[in-house]
């Protein structure tokens, strides 16, 4: 469940920088570049990123610029995983090395034919694996240069600011504390170092 | 500076944004202002967070039920535990909003919206408008309150008046 479906976590940012004026016509481009790729059932890729409708994590192809809603763009960042059981790879593992030590008659095993066994474990396993998807909507007010992105992970709020500045160009500043005060003064025309001469009061003065 | 070690520094304002707005709405003060937008009411509601400003990081207590009758969650504040996450709602008009914010990060957690009446089989961008309305509402009028808290504590009030009368508040929880 999104944002627009349901209840959520999200984290804030402020878009540093001016939005480009001819943004309609650079972003469907940036767009579809970064849009949601399955994962090749036959590769060893592990994880795929990238953009989905917001209102249906199915739809990848965003042919009609439906993410254009003004004044926002709206989409969904959907991240698709697939990772091999650690249990079941130990199990196929162990049933290899014991299947390679009768052929070969041997006792031991050495670490590094035991890495090459179970790279080829998991090579084969991985292709049995149904990735598991997760979406995070993510809505830019583009008249307030305000993002809110649908989680509150900071691995994931990380990866998807690094992921939002590949795809536009544009560099997220997280709206905390310290960063939201700071507006509040540049807002009021009030001295920005009055920030940070704050010091913390509440105990303090006990 | 780096982000990480600013955020760390500087972690203090938003928990001392969290203990104000707690004294405010617990001495019948937690409704702000928002210009022609009418005003907004904010009031703890459930679960809250605290934390050692100092030592003991790693102790955390965990209040849930009705905040205004918590005596613990009052005993830890005045026990100089710093108040770190709280469910807030907040209602302008008839509409109500439900969520935890975080003192670090002003992070949401369990963001919810008064009903919304689009269907989005019918009309997806009405279900898609009407959401982002209550969301940027919401986040507007805290925003708003916000803004009040930093005013006040860069003015000389906070020190002669607001101060005084929160550590006061603060004191009659032991």
């Not at chain 1, 409708?53 to 610029?65: C, K, P, Y």
């Not at chain 2, 001392?16 to 009411?41: C, D, M, N, Q, R």
């Amino acid at each position: 469940m999104g944002l627009i479906f349901g209840s959520g976590s999200f984290a804030r940012y402020r878009v540093e920088g001016p939005l480009p004026e001819d943004y309609l016509e650079q972003f469907p481009e940036r767009i579809s570049r970064f849009t949601f790729r399955n994962i090749d059932e036959a590769s060893e890729q592990e994880r795929s990123a990238g953009w989905v409708n917001i209102m249906d994590m199915f739809d990848n192809r965003l042919s009609a610029m439906e993410y254009l809603k003004e004044p926002c763009i709206a989409l969904s960042w959907r991240v698709d995983v697939r990772k091999v059981p650690s249990k079941a790879l130990k199990r196929y593992c162990r049933e290899a090395e014991e299947k390679i030590k009768e052929s070969e008659g041997l006792e031991f095993l050495s670490k590094k034919r035991r890495l090459e066994i179970k790279e080829s474990v998991q090579e084969k396993l991985l292709k049995r694996v149904i990735p598991s998807s997760q979406t995070y909507d993510m809505i830019w007010n583009l008249h307030a240069a305000t993002v809110i992105f649908g989680s509150v992970s900071n691995n994931l709020c990380d990866e998807f600011a690094e992921f939002f500045m590949q795809c536009f160009g544009l560099h997220l500043k997280p709206i905390f504390p310290y960063y939201a005060a700071f507006e509040v003064v540049l807002k009021e025309g009030m001295d920005p170092a009055l920030v940070d001469s704050l010091r913390p009061s509440l105990w303090e003065v006990e | 500076m780096q982000l990480l070690e600013r955020v760390g520094s500087t972690e203090f304002i938003g928990r001392e944004f969290l203990a104000w707005l707690w004294f405010k709405s617990e001495t019948g003060e937690g409704s702000f202002p928002l210009g022609e937008a009418g005003s907004v009411e904010l009031w703890y509601d459930g679960r809250i967070v605290l934390q050692a400003d100092q030592d003991d990081r790693d102790e955390k207590i965990i209040c849930l039920g009705d905040t205004s009758r918590s005596r613990e969650a009052r005993f830890a504040l005045a026990e100089r535990k710093a108040v770190t996450e709280a469910k807030i709602r907040l209602s302008i008009g008839d509409n109500e909003w439900s969520f935890i914010l975080d003192a670090t990060w002003l992070n949401f957690k369990s963001f919810k919206t008064p009903r919304v009446v689009q269907d989005d089989k019918e009309d997806p961008d009405g279900l898609f408008y009407e959401k982002f309305y209550l969301i940027e509402q919401a986040l507007s009028a805290l925003d708003a309150v916000f803004s009040s808290f930093i005013k006040l504590r860069l003015s000389a009030d906070w020190e002669a008046r607001e101060l005084p009368a929160l550590l006061q508040w603060v004191r009659e929880g032991k």
